[in-house]
């Protein structure tokens, strides 16, 4: 074989690595450590805003709970959990995401508790466009052991839903506006709705609960 012929095979070889590395499928999640723990009552912490918007926290918060109830679990609600943090000196949601899980379990008796953080909330302006999104990442933790049964992250934006514009004219006047209706009426309140619900009930969400029929089972792939 010629240095050449060599130099050929090795980069026929090369490419052709790529290629079935670039088909290759992205691993099924492991809910292994989730099916052993099989909890059934869940708390949910205040979440962490990582965004610049204040808003962030209440607004994601009020949505987390109705996805894991629809997936079959038990969840504390909200406004007990918010006062009863209140009446013991926790404050903000850094303290809550601080305090031990022995003690959560303790306060609580919850089985689990989800940690939300909040990568990104609420509308920018960026010249012809604007767009309201909000993006949020989570941990299920077990109350028990401190083992993460579950991780997921998940966005929702209105630019999904946003169509081309005719003119470029049209497309200034339909950011400003947008920008307008989305910081003063807080258009990332809906958001917030969508992207707990891919982040919990989306196909690589939590294990459907014991109040589901599909206990214990995964979500359904996307098709």
Known sequence: MTR????????????????LSGCATTPPKDYSKFQA?????????????????????AAVWSH????????????????????????????TAFDAHGIPVDRLRRFFGADAA????????????????????VQVSAQLVDLRDGAVLWEGRARA???????????????????????????????GYNYAGMANGRLILGPEGVLYGPRS???????????
Do not use: C, H
């Open 37 to 57: 723990a099989r909890p059934a009552t869940i708390l949910v912490l205040p979440p962490l805003n990582e965004s610049p918007d204040i808003k962030a926290s």
């Open 114 to 133: 989800l940690y939300i953080k909040i990568r990104e909330y609420g509308t920018t302006y960026r010249v012809i466009a604007s767009e309201t999104a």
């Open 213 to 223: 029929p599909r206990a214990g089972q995964p979500p359904a792939p996307v098709r």
């Open 64 to 91: 987390a709970t109705r996805p894991l109830a629809e997936a079959g679990y038990y969840v504390l609600p909200v406004t007990l959990v918010d006062e009863t943090f209140k009446q013991n000196g926790v404050t």
């Open 4 to 19: 050449a012929t060599f130099r050929l095979s090795a980069l026929l070889a090369v490419l052709v690595i790529g290629v």
């Open 157 to 187: 934006s209105s630019a999904e839903q946003q169509q081309s514009q005719s003119s470029l004219a049209g497309m200034l006047v339909a950011a400003v506006v947008n920008q307008i209706i989305g910081t003063t009426t807080d258009a």
